[in-house]
């Protein structure tokens, strides 16, 4: 069936690089997606999200890239700092009767920040 | 303005054990979903639903039961609990626009321990 996934468990970025995270879909009718950051211990945050009818969505720090010709997103962000040490997670709605009923998650991706 | 609040946030259990974990959230949000998380797994589904009166399962239903009798409270419930069940529990819940879900507001999680 449809799935959300990710393509590393683990990302090691050097403090102040820039980090990508990626992750892949396989349903070709997919046309939003969301980005989530969980810290130890808490629940997952929104991040930022994206619409099929963009290729690209700017946040603060953050940038999200969607490419639909490969079924494929990434999770940019600039400047890594200390406070982004995290996993990350794609998900994205599913949909039954032309109505969004759900939201399945990736398995995530954990950033480790190098000092 | 409390968000999504869930109830215990830790909570240990003996095998054949019932027990109702809480949900609530303040925002007239029509969508509500319950995930766990395991170890290496991402957060999977267990039940959903997109409005009072209304649920359904999801990807791991087994051994849980939900009701959505209001918009703000959506329960699950452990009828007989088992190992298998230990985990950490997420409520969520979002709003929609034209049967369109946006994002997700997640509760800080239960931590369940089944001995």
């Known amino acids: 069936g449809e799935s959300v996934g990710l393509h590393l468990p683990t990302l090691s970025v050097q403090e102040g690089d820039n980090s990508i995270i990626n992750c892949a879909y396989s349903n070709s009718a997919s046309d939003y997606f969301i980005w989530y950051k969980q810290e130890s211990g808490k629940g997952p945050q929104f991040i930022i999200d994206i619409r099929s009818n963009m290729d690209k969505r700017q946040g603060q720090r953050v940038t999200v890239l969607l490419n639909k010709t490969v079924k494929h997103l990434s999770l940019q962000i600039a400047a890594t700092q200390p406070g982004d040490s995290a996993v990350y997670f794609c998900?994205?709605?599913?949909?039954?009767?032309?109505?969004?009923?759900?939201?399945?998650f990736g398995k995530g991706t954990r950033l480790h920040i190098l000092p | 303005n409390a968000g999504v609040t869930q109830t215990p946030k830790f909570q240990v259990l003996k095998t054949g054990q019932s027990m109702t974990l809480q949900c609530a959230q303040d925002m007239n949000h029509e969508y509500m979903s319950w995930y766990r998380q395991d170890p290496g797994m991402g957060l999977r589904l267990i039940h959903y639903?997109?409005?009072?009166?209304?649920?359904d399962q999801g990807e791991v239903p087994n051994g849980y039961n939900v009701s959505r009798s209001t918009t703000e409270d959506f329960p699950l419930r452990l009828l007989s609990a088992a190992p298998s069940q230990t985990s950490v529990y997420f409520c969520?819940?979002?709003?929609?626009?034209?049967?369109?879900?946006?994002?997700?507001?997640f509760g800080s999680g239960t931590r369940l321990t089944v001995v």
């Open positions: 969520a819940s979002s709003y929609s626009i034209k049967n369109r879900v946006y994002g997700y507001t």
């Open positions: 639903s997109v409005g009072a009166g209304i649920t």
């Open positions: 998900a994205e709605p599913q949909s039954s009767m032309n109505r969004d009923d759900k939201i399945i």
